[in-house]
C-alpha cells in the first residue's frame, strides 16, 4: 500500500497552512470552482520528479504574499516524513527531505510513484506529437525515475546542436562530439520508452474487458522501433549518430534538428472501433485515457519493483455517466495506491460509500468529513 496519511502544505499556492489527516481510502475533494481542489492534488504531485501537475516554476507555487517559499510535508504510510520545498532565499532548487534528513528526488522516487490524469491532457489524442509525448514520458518517468533526467540531457544536447546550426558553419568535430551526447542520452530515451511501451500494452491486454476500452499503442520513431524489436543500446546508439551526422545538411537548412526521439509520437488506437484515438469521441477519449492511467497503475503495482502509485485524477468523475463512475470507483478502491480525486460537488462520490473518505474544500482551507 502506497498512502499519504498525512499532508501539510504551507504557503502553497492558496493555502497559508493547512494539515489534513487521513487514512489509506481515496480522497474525494469537493468544492466550488476555484477553491483549491488542484492546488491540493499539485501539492501531492510534488514527491514526484519533475514540475509536477501544472508543470509551473517553484516560484509559482509560493504563496502570493508569502515571506519565502512553500513546504509540501506528508507521513507516508502512517511512518515515514516526507517533504518537498523551496527554501527561503529563493535559491530557486527543491530540496527533499526524509524523517528530517537531506534527501534527494531519487530516494523519494523509491518511495513513491505519482500518476496523474488533469483535464489539459483532454485534448492529447487530437493535439500535436509533443503533446502525446510529454504525455506519454510522464507515464515512462513513472515507471523509471531516471528517464527525467536522460531527457534533461538530451533537451541540453539538443539546444547545443541547434545552436550550432543556426550559425549555419557546422564544425564537424564540434558537432561529432555533440551529437555523442545526444545519441546517448536518445538512446536511453528509446530503451525506457520501448520497455514501458510493452508493459503498459501488457497491463492493458490484461484488463478485463468493461466500461474502459483499451487501446493498441505504437511508438512512431526509428530509434523506438530498433529498441522495440529488440535492438541493444549500442545498436540503437549508432543507429542515432548516423541519423544526426547524415542529416546535418539538412539541419542546416531547417535551422534546427529534424531527426531523432524529440520528434517521436505515440500512436493509439480506439480498439473496439480499430480507428485512430483522434477520431473518437470525447467521451470515448476521457474514457480511453482512464483506461490508460489506470493499466499504467496496474502494470506499476504488478511489477513488484516498487512501491504502488498514487493516482490524481482532476475532474475525471464529472464526465463519466453514472455506471463508468461506479466502475471507476471499484477499481480505485481495490488499488494498491491511495487514489485522489477531485470534483466541484460532493454527490459525485456518493458511490464510493465508506469505501472513500470525503474532504470538503473551500475559503483557503479543507476539512475531512469522514
Ligand atoms: N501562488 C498563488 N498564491 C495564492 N493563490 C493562488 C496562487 N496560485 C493560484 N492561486 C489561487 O488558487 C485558486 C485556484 O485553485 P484551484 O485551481 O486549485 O481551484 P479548483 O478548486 O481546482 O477549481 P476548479 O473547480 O475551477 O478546477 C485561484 O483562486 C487562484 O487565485
Ligand atoms: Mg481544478
Known amino acids: 500500500m502506497t498512502a499519504l496519511t498525512r499532508l501539510a502544505l504551507t504557503d502553497f499556492r492558496n493555502y497559508e497552512s493547512l494539515v489534513l489527516k487521513l487514512d489509506g481510502?481515496?480522497?474525494?475533494?469537493?468544492?466550488?470552482?476555484?477553491?483549491?481542489?488542484?492546488?491540493?492534488?499539485?501539492?501531492?504531485?510534488?514527491?514526484?520528479?519533475?514540475?509536477?501537475?501544472?508543470?509551473?516554476?517553484?516560484?509559482?507555487?509560493?504563496?502570493?504574499?508569502?515571506?519565502?517559499?512553500?513546504?509540501?510535508?506528508?507521513?507516508?504510510?502512517?511512518?515515514?516524513?516526507?517533504?518537498?520545498?523551496?527554501?527561503?532565499?529563493?535559491?530557486?532548487?527543491?530540496?527533499?527531505?526524509?524523517?528530517?534528513a537531506p534527501a534527494s528526488p531519487g530516494d523519494l522516487a523509491e518511495r513513491m510513484r505519482i500518476l496523474w490524469l488533469t483535464p489539459a491532457m483532454d485534448g492529447v489524442f487530437r493535439g500535436g506529437a509533443s503533446?502525446?509525448?510529454?504525455?506519454?514520458?510522464?507515464?515512462?518517468?513513472?515507471?523509471?525515475?531516471?528517464?527525467?533526467?536522460?531527457?534533461s540531457r538530451y533537451e541540453k544536447a539538443l539546444a547545443e546542436r541547434n545552436a550550432l546550426l543556426e550559425r549555419g558553419h557546422v564544425d564537424p568535430a564540434w558537432a561529432d562530439a555533440i551529437e555523442a551526447r545526444l545519441a546517448e542520452a536518445g538512446a536511453e530515451i528509446a530503451v525506457n520508452r520501448a520497455l514501458v511501451l510493452a508493459e503498459l500494452q501488457a497491463a492493458i491486454d490484461a484488463r478485463p474487458e468493461g466500461h474502459f476500452p483499451k487501446a493498441d499503442l505504437a511508438l512512431e520513431?526509428?530509434?523506438?522501433?530498433?529498441?522495440?524489436?529488440?535492438?541493444?543500446?549500442?545498436?540503437?546508439?549508432?543507429?542515432?549518430?548516423?541519423?544526426?551526422?547524415?542529416?546535418?545538411?539538412?539541419?542546416?537548412?531547417?535551422?534546427?534538428?529534424?531527426?531523432?526521439?524529440?520528434?517521436?509520437?505515440?500512436?493509439?488506437?480506439?480498439?473496439?472501433?480499430?480507428?485512430?484515438?483522434?477520431?473518437?469521441?470525447?467521451?470515448?477519449?476521457?474514457?480511453?485515457?482512464?483506461?490508460?492511467?489506470?493499466?499504467?497503475?496496474?502494470?506499476?503495482?504488478?511489477?513488484?519493483?516498487?512501491p504502488a502509485p498514487l493516482l490524481l485524477l482532476d475532474e475525471a468523475a464529472a464526465h463519466l455517466d453514472p455506471d463508468r463512475r461506479t466502475a471507476l470507483f471499484g477499481e480505485l478502491s481495490a488499488m494498491n495506491g491511495q487514489a485522489w480525486l477531485t470534483g466541484t460537488d460532493g454527490y459525485l462520490f456518493e458511490t464510493f460509500g465508506t469505501a472513500a473518505q470525503r474532504v470538503r474544500v473551500g475559503e483557503c482551507s479543507a476539512i475531512v468529513e469522514a
Open 25 to 100: 481510502r481515496p480522497v474525494c475533494l469537493y468544492g466550488s470552482n476555484g477553491a483549491g481542489k488542484t492546488n491540493l492534488l499539485e501539492a501531492v504531485s510534488q514527491f514526484g520528479p519533475g514540475r509536477g501537475l501544472r508543470a509551473a516554476t517553484l516560484a509559482e507555487m509560493t504563496r502570493h504574499g508569502a515571506p519565502g517559499g512553500w513546504t509540501v510535508a506528508a507521513t507516508l504510510n502512517d511512518e515515514q516524513k516526507i517533504g518537498v520545498s523551496l527554501d527561503q532565499g529563493g535559491s530557486a532548487k527543491r530540496s527533499v527531505r526524509i524523517d528530517g
Open 131 to 151: 503533446d502525446r509525448r510529454r504525455f506519454f514520458d510522464r507515464i515512462v518517468m513513472a515507471h523509471q525515475p531516471s528517464h527525467g533526467t536522460a531527457a
Open 221 to 306: 520513431g526509428e530509434a523506438e522501433a530498433a529498441a522495440l524489436k529488440g535492438d541493444d543500446f549500442r545498436a540503437i546508439f549508432d543507429l542515432l549518430v548516423d541519423a544526426y551526422r547524415s542529416g546535418r545538411r539538412r539541419d542546416v537548412a531547417a535551422g534546427r534538428t529534424l531527426s531523432g526521439p524529440h520528434r517521436s509520437d505515440l500512436g493509439v488506437i480506439h480498439r473496439p472501433s480499430g480507428a485512430p484515438a483522434s477520431e473518437a469521441s470525447t467521451g470515448q477519449q476521457k474514457a480511453l485515457l482512464i483506461g490508460l492511467v489506470l493499466a499504467s497503475a496496474g502494470a506499476l503495482s504488478g511489477s513488484g519493483a516498487g
